[in-house]
């Protein structure tokens, strides 16, 4: 979805210039960070929480590699970009870290803790990657580089459970009540195909599917500007739009305007007749 998305709005103003790329930094970095943290503090309820029962001692390998993947893919592609571009990027860290958690979240039962460090490094390098190519090869503008972090990422740990599944859990899921989940490196490569078979599948539905609904949305408001009709939020009535202020968000009450005006026009009374008070007062002085 981020990709139709991002495909069917085009670019921001001032994203490409003759061709090539500007970077739009980010707004406030300790904001991102710190929503970086929120997410990830909830990742450890969505992964482990996801086994449905507490009594299931599974629920501590689901949290341990979630942690793993998660510390592993911030610290490489920190390191990425610093090779890269021979500094470090912090906001691509923050994305380093949410596509280690995404690519965990499929496999986060089914595989080792050495496993899960490597899947979360990956995913750290194929972000930075990702990222690049889809702004500067398909020149797609991602803000958050929900691409890379989501659907890249998203597939990679699909196909990373297919790989790197160790059987030892997930009894009565595939072959019997005795078998577990296995990848192709554990000697089941049943498992990989049926993750690729999942990703076309995504592929196909959500990406079709999302298309069709932004394409038309867009069209829809692209008739709606024509028509001179605002998309007032819940709560506005469409009849409103010719009221609203033309740019930025609403200006103080009148009250406050009207004392505001006030005070100015004071003040500009004042400064006219100041000089003719001062010579007033130098006039009684003399005399």
Not at 49 to 65: F, H, K, P, Q, Y
Not at 71 to 96: C, E, H, I, Q
Not at 233 to 258: A, E, M, V
Request: hydrophobic share 45%.
């Amino acid at each position: 979805m981020a990709l139709t998305g991002a495909y069917v709005l085009g670019p921001r103003i001032g994203k490409y210039v003759k061709g090539h790329a500007q970077a739009i930094p980010g707004h406030n970095l300790p904001m991102a960070v710190l929503g970086c943290f929120i997410l990830a503090f909830g990742w450890f309820g969505f992964n482990a929480g996801s086994t449905l029962s507490g009594t299931d001692l599974r629920i501590a390998v689901v949290a341990t590699n979630t942690m793993l993947a998660s510390a592993s893919g911030a610290l490489f592609a920190y390191l990425t970009t610093w090779k890269k571009f021979k500094r470090p990027d912090l906001s691509m860290a923050v994305n380093g870290m949410l596509a280690g958690l995404v690519a965990i979240t499929a496999p986060c039962a089914f595989v080792t803790a050495p496993s899960a460090v490597l899947i979360g490094a990956v995913a750290g390098v194929l972000v930075v990657l990702a990222a690049l190519f889809s702004e500067n090869r398909l020149k797609i503008d991602d803000p958050v580089g929900a691409i890379a972090v989501h659907g890249v990422n998203g597939a990679w740990g699909l196909i990373a459970l297919g790989l790197l599944a160790d059987g030892t859990y997930g009894g009565g899921l595939n072959s019997g009540p005795a078998a577990g989940v296995a990848g192709l490196l554990y000697g089941d490569p049943r498992q990989l195909v049926a993750q690729f078979v999942g990703i076309g599948a995504n592929l196909l539905w959500v990406g079709g599917a999302s298309f069709a609904l932004f394409k038309g949305s867009r069209r829809h408001h692209r008739h709606a500007r024509e028509a001179g009709v605002r998309d007032a939020g819940p709560g506005l009535q469409r009849g409103l739009g010719s009221r609203l202020p033309r740019r930025g968000l609403p200006g103080p009450l009148p009250g406050l305007r009207q004392r505001a005006r006030q005070g100015r026009v004071a003040r500009a009374r004042g400064e006219q007749h100041a000089p003719a008070r001062r010579r007033q007062v130098r006039g009684a002085t003399i005399r």
